[in-house]
């Protein structure tokens, strides 16, 4: 316990400066967990052999990541007309490792390497995004507000009133209650969050964000409980525990992001829609 709380301190220590810094800091950060996530996700659904440290259809993958985000923070204007491009190639790269090694990979392998690229590095990108967005530096923080407060809240209300189980074959402690409060709770968080900029004369009393804030903080805690519950079935289905052991007492980028990664991309959408 000790440990996971003192890898945990570091981590948000790290996720402030990053987040604080934005620009090539926060797109090199994000380049790096994608890269790992990446990793993890295609370690986990058996891409590559056990005995290999990497394979060929990685590679492509790892390319493609560095590729896409480096277009990201670097070149934003190319990015918005060459990233979806970027993208197809990179799948189409992936289909022609396939074709010109048959049959050293299966048609699963390569299913698995394409969703290991989309799930994880594409959806991460959207921190980077939001980042970026007017008022950036303030509503990124949401898409930690929805998914470390809404998980921390679904435990808590879980622990105390839960009965009727959410998912109990694929996460038996997880209940309909917890999940209630869960929401519940990164909604408030956003409010408070909304209150305390408020407070230091970021928005006004009268701005939209106030109650846009908790709303989309609200929204944001169904997705998390989504991404959560995807990533541990991914889990279930290969019989891992963890997905890696980077960050001590917390497992691997998938185990402690793997919220964030359903959240980022609806917390970017939603600012666009309601916070313009």
């Given at each position: 316990?000790?440990?996971?709380?003192?890898?945990?301190?570091?981590?948000?220590?790290?996720?402030?400066?990053?987040?604080?810094?934005?620009?090539?800091?926060?797109?090199?950060?994000?380049?790096?967990?994608?890269?790992?996530?990446?990793?993890?996700?295609?370690?986990?659904?058996?891409?590559?052999?056990?005995?290999?440290?990497?394979?060929?259809?990685?590679?492509?993958?790892?390319?493609?990541?560095?590729?896409?985000?480096?277009?990201?923070?670097?070149?934003?204007?190319?990015?918005?007309?060459?990233?979806?491009?970027?993208?197809?190639?990179?799948?189409?790269?992936?289909?022609?490792?396939?074709?010109?090694?048959?049959?050293?990979?299966?048609?699963?392998?390569?299913?698995?390497?394409?969703?290991?690229?989309?799930?994880?590095?594409?959806?991460?990108?959207y921190i980077y995004q939001?980042?970026?967005?007017?008022?950036?530096?303030?509503?990124?923080?949401?898409?930690?507000?929805?998914?470390?407060?809404?998980?921390?809240?679904?435990?808590?209300?879980?622990?105390?009133?839960?009965?009727?189980?959410?998912?109990?074959?694929?996460?038996?402690?997880?209940?309909?209650?917890?999940?209630?409060?869960?929401?519940?709770?990164?909604?408030?968080?956003?409010?408070?969050?909304?209150?305390?900029?408020?407070?230091?004369?970021?928005?006004?009393?009268?701005?939209?964000?106030?109650?846009?804030?908790?709303?989309?903080?609200?929204?944001?805690?169904?997705?998390?409980?989504?991404?959560?519950?995807?990533?541990?079935?991914?889990?279930?289905?290969?019989?891992?525990?963890?997905?890696?052991?980077?960050?001590?007492?917390?497992?691997?980028?998938?185990?402690?992001?793997?919220?964030?990664?359903?959240?980022?991309?609806?917390?970017?959408?939603?600012?666009l829609l309601l916070l313009?």
């Amino acid at each position: 316990m000790v440990v996971r709380l003192i890898s945990g301190i570091v981590l948000l220590a790290i996720l402030f400066f990053v987040i604080i810094s934005g620009g090539p800091v926060l797109g090199i950060f994000t380049m790096l967990i994608s890269l790992l996530a990446y990793r993890e996700l295609t370690g986990a659904c058996g891409v590559r052999a056990k005995e290999k440290k990497v394979c060929l259809m990685e590679i492509v993958g790892f390319a493609g990541i560095i590729v896409y985000d480096a277009l990201m923070f670097l070149m934003p204007e190319a990015f918005q007309t060459y990233g979806l491009l970027c993208i197809i190639l990179t799948i189409m790269g992936m289909m022609l490792v396939y074709v010109l090694s048959f049959p050293a990979y299966d048609a699963k392998q390569v299913m698995a390497s394409v969703f290991a690229f989309v799930y994880a590095p594409l959806l991460l990108s959207y921190i980077y995004q939001t980042r970026t967005l007017a008022g950036g530096q303030y509503t990124v923080w949401l898409i930690f507000c929805a998914s470390w407060a809404c998980d921390t809240c679904a435990y808590a209300v879980g622990m105390l009133i839960g009965k009727h189980k959410l998912a109990p074959v694929l996460s038996p402690k997880k209940s309909i209650e917890g999940a209630v409060g869960g929401v519940v709770g990164a909604a408030l968080v956003g409010w408070i969050y909304a209150f305390c900029l408020q407070k230091a004369g970021v928005i006004a009393a009268s701005d939209v964000r106030l109650w846009a804030y908790p709303l989309i903080s609200g929204a944001g805690g169904i997705l998390s409980q989504i991404g959560d519950l995807a990533a541990s079935g991914i889990k279930r289905n290969y019989d891992i525990k963890d997905y890696a052991k980077l960050i001590p007492g917390h497992g691997g980028i998938m185990d402690r992001f793997d919220s964030v990664i359903a959240v980022a991309p609806l917390i970017y959408y939603l600012s666009l829609l309601l916070l313009k």
